[in-house]
């Protein structure tokens, strides 16, 4: 253990682990006996670094409380999450609200508190979700389009990487606010209407057995997709707790969050599809020339996909391992350069 000599003795250098704050940390005496410390000098400059780490965080004015920032990293997905899911909101509530009212002179604003929030849900998680691979993507392209990694992500890009962590909770918050909407719906007052006008109606059409096959199996699936989905959505929210990721390697964190990842919004990605089943090609669906919102959903994500299967490529596979691996381009072809030239 190594220590320092002061002026009256020795002081052991970890001696500041054993400390245990005191309420009044204002007064430098506390300090010089909690350390046990003879030597003035050793005593303000100890007392100077528990100042500068914060250890008396608990004593700040209530001004110096509000000059702190809240939740910094938080700022960014929050204002997209919340961007998001208001402009789903409003059109989700033109189309399903707004136009039978028009044309219909149908009364339907109560499907605004469970039937339209739980179409802005699944869409803004889904989103956020494909936005927290989408910079891993654009970082891979950066890479190779100038040939090096020491070449610094611009600004926006970088920013956007560091709140990825904070992207992929909201995403597992909304889906879990989904899920836990969709379990409401047998619930709703109004569904039970509905159910005993589907059953009068099946009565006055003589129908004994109203199956659906390609809709039993539809329903079957999307829902088995929804839970697999949301489950390792809640693994990939479990590994990112510090506690947890700090007991994983790195290769196994690197495989949770990425393949892990990546199949987790595969299986979303899948879901919104079966859920569509036939509707794509149903003119009905696409009220005042507008598509549905399940269609809208999908875009981003299947771009994601898309683009990480062209990166998963031999070709840019082998070369962004080079790449990540210290190699550069523009080294490799002076060297290059220089051997013919000789």
């Not at 936005?131 to 890009?157: C, D, E, H, N």
């Not at 399940?294 to 082998?318: E, H």
Request: proline letters at 4%.
């Amino acid at each position: 253990m190594e220590k320092r000599e002061g002026g009256n003795g020795a002081i052991d250098q970890n001696a500041g682990q054993n400390i245990m704050p005191r309420r009044n940390t204002g007064n430098l005496n506390y300090l010089n006996v909690d350390m046990q410390v003879a030597n003035p000098s050793e005593a303000a400059a100890l007392f100077d670094l528990h100042q500068a780490h914060h250890f008396g965080e608990f004593e700040y004015s209530s001004e110096q409380h509000c000059k702190q920032d809240l939740f910094p990293k938080w700022h960014l997905p929050m204002k997209i999450a919340s961007v998001i899911s208001l402009l789903t909101f409003i059109y989700t509530s033109i189309r399903d609200v707004l136009y039978p009212f028009v044309t219909k002179k149908e009364n339907v604003f109560y499907k605004i508190p469970i039937l339209v929030i739980n179409k802005v849900l699944p869409v803004t998680s889904i989103t956020l979700l494909a936005l927290v691979y989408l910079p891993g993507i654009l970082a891979a392209s950066f890479q190779l389009y100038f040939g090096t990694k020491y070449k610094r992500f611009p600004q926006w890009l970088d920013r956007w990487m560091l709140s990825r962590k904070q992207f992929g909770l909201l995403s597992f918050f909304f889906a879990t606010l989904h899920a836990c909407y969709s379990l409401c719906y047998p619930m709703r007052r109004s569904y039970r209407y509905k159910l005993l006008n589907w059953a009068f109606q099946q009565v006055k059409q003589k129908k004994e057995n109203a199956w659906i096959e390609h809709d039993v199996w539809r329903m079957e699936i999307y829902v088995s997709l929804g839970i697999l989905g949301l489950a390792l959505l809640a693994l990939l929210a479990i590994t990112s707790i510090p506690s947890v990721s700090l007991s994983l390697t790195w290769r196994e964190f690197h495989y949770i969050q990425s393949k892990m990842g990546y199949l987790a919004l595969l299986l979303c990605t899948v879901h919104a599809l079966v859920f569509a089943w036939n509707k794509w090609v149903d003119a009905n669906q696409f009220i005042w020339y507008t598509p549905p919102s399940f269609m809208v959903a999908v875009f981003l994500p299947i771009v994601v996909l898309l683009c990480k299967c062209v990166l998963l490529l031999p070709c840019f596979r082998r070369r962004i391992r080079k790449i990540r691996s210290g190699w550069e381009a523009k080294t490799q072809t002076n060297q290059t350069s220089i051997t013919s030239r000789l």
